[in-house]
């Protein structure tokens, strides 16, 4: 800190203010960053690389990591209520052009830790840790410079997403931010001699830069603005136009500052896959099933969340910016969960379900309940890492296959009970049955909804996708995990396979020959199949999902801790920067009275829904929902009765009730199963336009700038070339032009003279 | 009417038979060109020398005429040096031309047209 | 341009001068070399009929001068032949006659010296020179072929544009001839005639003792700048006794009629007097041209290595021994 800037410190019990961290939080992320490095090096000693040294560096690493985590936890918990502890690795960049406020920048390395980060990096790295754990079992048949590739690329993301959680200001944010991103690029293309792999990659890549170049400018408009990135001083400023809201004037609050949380919002929107921007998600499910649950499911598409919650303060003082949120999270969410219900690709549905889910988070936090987002990203995160590690198990077992027409009856298979009951839990998580974690974090959002003034039709259009997630999680279910055993193997087959088929091995899913059509397949008996057994799960897998079955219904218990404060999640949220919204219903109204004048009060102080309170009717109404969506896939996809939980024919068990009432709805599913057709929108709006463009622009560049190039070359070398026949080294002709030339001089001569 | 034409109309310094110094000239003017001629035309390299001589005598048949005419003699100086110059460059080319022969067995200027350093 | 020639003469004689000319050019098929030159004959000689007959205007009572005629006909019908004419020894030879006719129009010119120095130096040295050359890079002709002619010398090359081009540039030289240039001033040319007899007192004594005009012991009177005090505007000398250094009974005497400075004299006088300079530079191109000359036909001597050691060996047995 130098005296060029005045430190603002905010008034005394204000989440602003700060106070010095212990000096080995600055560890949290650069243990993995160490592990990064290492597994680097690994990869370049020729004895190790194949062993599974750079899976126990990373997991060691995490598990280092999330136990000064804990330890952050256990030693600063009670002081955040009075403020985030910093601490100051160094000083990153201090650029001074001017002895004004405003004139210097400064970002340091220094890492903030408050509620909010603290309950990021707990799951950031607990859940790193475990899947970390999964992934060293999961990524051994790649065992080699592949192997340690995965984990240096896991490792720099932990501690990106730690920089992007933990940063004290918004650059450093923007740095993780960045980190995430590449990191996520390096993963999903990590099988990168497949073409889809590499599209998606680049796919990602390029959605991602959308909108970070939104971020980036809200960054630069910020420091424009306020003229500090650093939270420390940026929330106090924030202040009076918080309280120019609260007494009403908002017309005090200028453009420039109600700017700022658009383009964050757009940066939000892109890596958390909302509305314009969610494309790249499902094709993300190329990369390792471990990153999907990882990176694209739990830690890394919440970060959007995040940034939210983070800079809360911007967002209330924007007239637009909330709204806008709320819709493209509810919207986001309803069309996610349409596409997922007609997909067939597991690990695809639950993509659309994580797309889905994130929509309800971004919906949270415009009804202004930061608490709701962050309580369901928290359950979210380990719910949703069960999901997907369960598919990974499945699709690791069962040689890549991930098709749902294709597997049946799975739970009931040897050694593959854990997996079956761990997706059980998850699948009652995500689709809210009572009493799940995911049933109370729902709850929340939707609850606030109807607390929300002119949000009401957006709470219904959420609690229609509930019954549509419950519905679509459980068609898994009951397709994929009961019924008759059966299956058919993908078109995979690891390398550590005990079938004979070493020589067969693939990277990762390669693209399917023979066995993907989009025909409903023709089942086939599994005993035809002599040659492929299905490999249950090892030790590292099973104890990682039992854990995080585990952990994710345990997650429902933050619920009821500290209860007063809306549960653990909310007494964490409190004590940080999104503090100031997720209070109750007064705030709801001062914020809507500002922005919408035509409400009265009596409007939005006796909101309601189905005549009484929402926060407790919906309790109700989402379970209502829930087990409805449930019964529902049931009766389409389910087994016929007890019996048919174990046994039953194979047709049974491709086809479903359910399709004999597709051709009823007309084209609608097939639109649904075609993703709404939104990748070709995109295609025609966008992709189109600019190949047109681009062929135009190169048209331009052959014909005019490089035709203007090479015409100023052909022009020398065509008078050159009509100049040379005088260079003949005829003598004679040399004389000629030497007599005619001297004929001409004299003949000027004579005119100019005579 | 220039000074030179007015010197010309009153013709040489008796005894010059009534000719006047346009008369030496345009011999010398019409034996330049016979060498311009015949170095344009002809193909020997030998012959071309000749003509370049040509060359030199109708400037030198000029330079005398004008000493007679301005009564010094400052232009049969400069016909000494014509001679010299015509001299030094006979024996120049001449070894030249014996050089070229023996490479080429031909005297055609036509031989050496392809401009090699 | 009219009081010199009537414009229409001059271009219409330049003209069939012209076509004369590209007439005799030696051709593969026909050449009228005679025709030709007799074309080139009328034209060039109606050009100079021209100026005589304009000059004959001016002064009626002078005789043109038929020397002159003839030299000019045999200079410029020898040039014709020099190009026109398919075997180089000849071109060779008529350039001789063009030199033997250009000293004779030097003659004409009073400039006696440099005539038979043109003749000793042009047609004594340099044109033999050039025939040595002619008949040293010669094929000899081999027995059936009778006609030594190369093929390069039995065709011109384009004479319609080189007479063309060498015409053009006669009419505009002959302009430039006729109607002068603006602003060549007389006097910055014109020199006052340098007393060159003050120079030669010895000449001027003994030809005044030849005419009678001096007593024997009278001797020319020399000034205090070293020249003998003759007058040559007047035409008279100053002549006294010598005596103890100094001249009693100085008188002026008239210098004879025959007494002139000669040709080579004045032109000594011109050349050491006036320019120095120029003679030094005229022996240093020579000599650098001698030099080039010995260089450039100098023919490489290749001793093979068998033969440098065979004549280095007796040397090494000498000293052996």
């Known amino acids: 800190m130098t005296g060029l800037t005045p430190v603002i410190l905010a008034s005394t019990g204000s989440p602003a203010a700060t106070h010095q961290g212990a000096w080995w939080m600055a560890l949290i992320p650069f243990l993995p960053l160490l592990s990064c490095v290492l597994c680097g090096l690994v990869a370049c000693v020729r004895p190790i690389r194949s062993t599974k040294l750079p899976a126990w560096i990373t997991v060691v690493s995490l598990g280092v990591s999330f136990a000064l985590m804990l330890a952050t936890y256990g030693q600063q918990r009670e002081g955040w209520a009075s403020g985030a502890s910093v601490t100051t690795a160094w000083e990153w960049i201090h650029l001074s052009w001017g002895h004004e406020p405003g004139q210097t920048l400064i970002a340091n390395f220094g890492f903030y830790m408050d509620g909010l980060s603290g309950l990021w990096m707990l799951f950031v790295t607990g859940l790193g840790t475990l899947i970390a754990l999964y992934a060293s079992e999961y990524m051994a048949h790649d065992k080699g410079l592949g192997y340690c590739r995965f984990f240096a690329a896991f490792s720099l993301f932990v501690f990106s997403m730690a920089c992007l959680v933990m940063g004290d200001n918004l650059i450093l944010l923007y740095l993780g931010w960045e980190g995430v991103g590449l990191c996520s690029y390096l993963l999903i293309g990590y099988f990168y001699k497949k073409p889809s792999a590499v599209a998606a990659a680049k796919k990602a890549f390029i959605m991602n830069r959308i909108g970070d170049l939104g971020l980036a400018l809200g960054v630069m408009l910020t420091f424009f603005h306020f003229g500090t990135v650093q939270y420390a001083e940026l929330f106090p400023l924030v202040q009076p136009h918080i309280d120019s809201l609260k007494a009403g004037r908002v017309e005090d609050i200028p453009l420039l500052v109600q700017a700022i949380p658009v383009l964050l919002m757009i940066g939000a929107f892109g890596k958390s896959a909302q509305l314009p921007l969610y494309v790249w998600l499902p094709d993300a499910m190329e990369g390792p099933t471990p990153v999907s649950a990882l990176i694209h499911a739990a830690t890394m598409v919440t970060a959007g969340v995040y940034l939210i919650a983070r800079t809360m303060p911007l967002f209330l003082v924007s007239e637009w910016a909330l709204p806008v949120v709320a819709w493209v999270g509810a919207l986001t969410a309803l069309l996610a969960a349409t596409i997922g219900m007609a997909q067939f690709d597991i690990k695809r549905i639950m993509a659309y379900s994580t797309v889905s889910q994130l929509g309800y988070m971004f919906a949270g936090l415009a009804f202004l309940s930061s608490t709701g987002a962050a309580f369901h990203v928290f359950t979210h995160a380990f719910f949703k890492a069960t999901l997907f590690l369960c598919c990974g198990a499945v699709m690791h077992g069962f040689a890549g296959q991930l098709d749902l027409r294709r597997l049946s009856g799975v739970m009931f298979m040897r050694g593959w009970l854990i997996v079956g009951v761990a997706m059980l839990v998850g699948c009652l998580n995500l689709s809210g049955f009572p009493f799940t974690a995911g049933f109370f974090s729902k709850d929340m959002i939707l609850a606030e909804a109807f607390v929300t003034p002119g949000y009401q039709l957006l709470g219904w259009i959420l609690i229609l996708t509930a019954g549509l997630t419950a519905y679509y999680t459980f068609r898994v279910f009951f397709r994929v995990f009961v019924g008759p055993r059966l299956f058919e193997p993908g078109d995979e087959v690891h390398a550590d396979d005990d079938h004979g088929h070493a020589d067969h091995a693939h990277d990762g899913h390669a693209p399917a020959g023979d066995g993907h059509s989009a025909e409903p397949p023709t089942p086939q008996p599994h005993d035809a199949d002599h040659s492929f057994h299905p490999h249950p799960p090892g030790w590292a897998i099973n104890t990682v999902l039992a854990l995080l079955a585990v952990l994710s219904l345990a997650a429902a218990g933050a619920y009821f801790i500290e209860q007063d404060r809306h549960g653990w999640v909310g007494s964490m949220v409190h004590d940080s920067t999104a503090a100031q919204v997720s209070i109750g219903e007064g705030e709801h ?51 016929k009765g007890i019996g048919g939980l174990m046994i039953g024919s194979r047709t049974e068990a491709a086809r479903s009730r359910a399709d004999e009432l597709l051709p009823r709805l007309g084209p609608i599913p097939r639109w649904a199963q075609h993703k709404w057709f ?18 135009i622009f190169h048209l331009i560049d052959a014909l005019l700038v490089d035709g203007l190039v090479n015409l100023f070359g052909w022009l020398p070398r065509r008078m050159g070339k009509s100049a040379r026949r005088a260079q003949s080294g005829v003598l004679h002709q040399y004389a000629g032009q030497m007599a005619g030339g001297l004929v001409i001089v004299l003949f000027i001569v004579l005119l100019l003279t005579a | 009417m220039s000074e030179l034409v007015l010197l010309a109309q009153s013709g040489f310094p008796a005894p010059m038979g009534g000719l006047t110094l346009a008369h030496y000239l345009f011999v010398s003017a019409a034996m330049f060109v016979l060498g311009v001629i015949g170095f344009l035309t002809r193909r020997n390299l030998i012959i071309m020398f000749l003509c370049t001589e ?63 350093g | 341009m009219g009081e010199i020639i009537h414009p229409f003469l001059l271009y219409a004689g330049i003209a069939v001068g012209g076509i004369g000319v590209a007439a005799s050019l030696p051709r593969r098929r026909v050449s009228p070399q005679l025709l030709g030159g007799l074309l080139g004959a009328i034209g060039l000689g109606m050009v100079l009929l021209g100026f005589t007959l304009r000059a004959a205007d001016r002064t009626p009572d002078q005789m043109p001068s038929i020397y002159f005629y003839v030299f000019a006909l045999i200079a410029l019908g020898a040039g014709l032949r020099v190009i026109t004419n398919r075997r180089p020894v000849y071109a060779a030879l008529y350039f001789i006659l063009t030199i033997l006719a250009s000293a004779g129009m030097y003659i004409l010119l009073s400039a006696t010296f440099m005539a038979f120095a043109l003749i000793i130096v042009y047609a004594g040295a340099i044109l033999i020179t050039y025939l040595f050359v002619i008949m040293l890079a010669t094929q000899a002709p081999s027995e059936e072929e009778t006609d030594s002619l190369t093929p390069y010398d039995a065709e011109a090359r384009e004479p319609f544009f080189a007479a063309a081009t060498g015409f053009a540039l006669l009419a505009v030289l002959s302009t430039m001839v006729v109607s002068g240039v603006r602003g060549l001033p007389r006097d910055g040319i014109a020199t006052p005639p340098a007393n060159e007899l003050a120079s030669l007192p010895r000449r001027v004594e003994r030809a005044l003792r030849a005419a009678g005009t001096i007593e024997p012991e009278e001797q020319l009177v020399i000034g205090s700048s070293g020249l003998a005090l003759v007058d040559a505007q007047a035409r008279t000398a100053r002549v006294g006794i010598p005596a103890d250094g100094s001249f009693t009974s100085i008188r002026d005497v008239g210098l004879p009629e025959d007494l002139a400075v000669r040709n080579v004299e004045s032109l000594a006088f011109d050349f050491l007097n006036r320019h120095p300079g120029t003679i030094e530079i005229a022996g240093v191109i020579l000599l650098m041209a001698m030099l080039g000359a010995v260089v450039l036909s100098r023919r490489q001597v290749e001793l093979d290595e068998e033969l440098k050691r065979q004549q280095a060996r007796p040397l090494g047995s000498e000293e052996m021994a």
């Open chain 1, 589 to 639: 109204a001062v914020h809507a009275a500002a922005f919408r004048h035509d409400l009265t009060h009596e409007e939005h102080a006796h909101a309601t829904l189905l005549g009484m309170n929402p926060h407790d009717v919906m309790y109700f109404v989402s379970a209502i929902v829930g087990v409805i969506g449930i019964l529902i896939a049931a009766a389409l996809h389910g087994p």
């Open chain 1, 678 to 695: 939104v990748d070709e929108f995109y295609e025609f709006l966008i992709r189109r336009p600019l190949y047109v463009a681009s062929c």
């Open chain 2, 54 to 116: 040509m060359m030199f005598q109708a400037a030198g048949l000029a330079l005398i005429a004008f000493s007679r005419f301005w009564l010094n003699q400052t232009g049969q100086t400069f016909v000494i040096f014509v001679i010299t110059i015509a001299a030094a460059e006979a024996a120049l080319a001449l070894a030249l031309v014996v050089l070229l022969f023996r490479k080429r067995e031909s005297l055609s200027a036509d031989e050496w047209s392809e401009m090699s």
